[in-house]
């Protein structure tokens, strides 16, 4: 069953001990090698003997043995344990994970455990996370997660995919800016949350507190600028759009969701709806020299053309 | 997953997808934690009863043991709100971050966390913290750039920006709690109530001892003479109210309530 020799036995069910957290050289070994010396016998290394008629140095040096191997598999496991968190951020930039990344940064000197290593993260992955580990690319030992939970519908998606409720505000007040020629002072917007009787530092149940919620995380995060008004006193201020709005958050979806609150098409808006239309034309052409070159750099990567 | 005769939670579709949400979010306010549980259970198991919060993720936490990481509750330092956050439970500090950021943003990071640390009020200024660009590691950055790479910390909610300045987010807390405590342990600060890490609070003009926001509304609680615990001496700030997320609660619906009340008041 041992597939190395002084790495420890590796198919050993987990002893009970392992679990307790990963304090290294602790004095659990004595205690905790009563329940492993058996089985450990028995998988042929020493002699047999079962009757524990050992001497005083026998037992030490067996327990030295039981403590190292405990030791090399508490190892063994923090770095699956490493290598699934390793997978899980490494998922987040969508780009495919190669083998000697992995052994770069993760695995080390423990090469040669690979295939066992990267079996029990993938397990891992599947029965805790639901993401399945595929090999992309058999020949240059690419991976890739795949979600195999199942695949969401659009109102699910939007309740529980980027902040539900929280979007549907700030969709509320880019449409309100956008529809006053891209900006609004900061007394209108309030104006408008007041009569969806939504209060500036009253806590709600769909958006926190909405005060800090605009004020601080969607400026903060750059969906919304906040300029002051120049020239104006007692000073005023305004909103506009925030560069990561621009950036994630077309015109022609915010114009559709104005829209459809007031239950006509976007052209009744003919100003908005041909700024929407070049936006749109400007996203295309920026999408397409994206996936140019992130093509260009799979494939050079992999070193053969991609479908 | 072997038998282990230690009982062990048991993984759904439901517990599956919270964990993917959590994990999409870094940080979630307990409100929400709850709002998108009830949505887990709506898409995977329509019929079931929704587990209370604290079991639901006990039990995932049990199965994430051994992975090393864990959902962890914390508190935000400003007014308490209750927040959660998948943190990983070996001291590999700024682990999650380093796939996701280059060494010379990461030392930034350090020396801004360097700076909050060892202020006061538990808040490094930006130009102080720009002011050290020269001495990071890795490849040269201009003080433009490094205005930029902060901004990417308060996106990704490591960092706080107030006014010019800079904290720590709960998340980056709750994270780096034990590296924080591990690497700087002369330097940190530690509330005088739960003995956790302090970045903001409150001390005592007299002893010294320090105390979270929370703590402290939760400590002096209806105490009309508020006194140090350590010096008992009079305690000289303001003292904040106790985060209750049922006491301000408004939805659209109950403003006829709303009215009412008020009338009553007088």
Known sequence: ?307 | MQGSTRRMGVMTDVHRRFLQLLMTHGVLEEWDVKRLQRHCYKVHDRNATVDKLEDFINNINSVLESLYIEIKRGVTEDDGRPIYALVNLATTSISKMATDFAENELDLFRKALELIIDSETGFASSTNILNLVDQLKGKKMRKKEAEQVLQKYVQNKWLIEKEGEFTLHGRAILEMEQYIRETYPDAVKICNICHSLLIQGQSCETCGIRMHLPCVAKYFQSNAEPRCPHCNDYWPHEIPKVFDPEKERESGVLKSNKKALRSRQH
Not at chain 1, 61 to 68: F, I, N, P, R, V
Not at chain 1, 166 to 192: D, F, P, T
Not at chain 1, 280 to 286: G, M, P, Q, S, V
């Open chain 1, 1 to 307: 069953m041992l597939q190395t020799p002084e790495s420890g036995g590796l198919p050993v069910p987990q002893a009970e001990g392992e679990k307790d957290g990963g304090h290294d050289g602790e004095t659990r070994a004595p205690t905790a090698s009563q329940e492993r010396p058996k089985e450990e016998l028995g998988a042929g290394r020493e002699e047999g003997a079962v009757e524990p008629a050992l001497t005083r140095k026998g037992a030490r040096a067996l327990a030295a043995k039981a403590l190292a191997r405990r030791r090399a598999f508490r190892r063994l496991n923090r770095t699956v344990a490493e290598l699934v968190q390793f997978l899980l951020v490494k998922d987040k930039k969508k780009s495919p994970i190669t083998r000697s990344e992995m052994v770069k940064y993760v695995i080390g000197d423990l090469k040669i455990l690979f295939p066992d290593i990267i079996a029990r993260a993938a397990e891992h992955l599947r029965y805790v996370f639901g993401f399945e580990l595929k090999q992309f690319d058999r020949k240059h030992h690419t991976y890739i997660l795949i979600n195999k939970l199942k695949p969401l519908e659009e109102e699910e998606e939007e309740d529980l995919g980027g902040d539900g409720p929280r979007l549907g505000l700030l969709m509320m007040i880019l449409g309100l800016i956008y529809m006053r020629g891209n900006s609004a002072r900061e007394a209108q917007v309030w104006e408008m949350l007041r009569r969806l009787g939504v209060q500036p530092s009253k806590y709600h149940f769909l958006f926190g507190y909405p005060k800090r919620l605009i004020m601080e995380d969607f400026v903060q995060q750059r969906y919304l600028s906040y300029r002051r008004v120049p020239h104006t006193n007692p000073p005023e201020y305004e909103f506009s759009w925030g560069p990561r709005s621009n950036l994630e958050i077309s015109k022609m979806k915010v114009l559709g969701f104005v829209a459809k609150l007031h239950k006509k098409e976007p052209q009744h808006w003919p100003v908005q709806y041909r700024e929407a239309l070049a936006d749109e034309a400007d996203r295309a052409r920026a999408k397409a020299r994206a996936e140019a070159s992130m093509r260009a750099r799979a494939s050079a990567r992999a070193g053969i053309h991609l479908w």
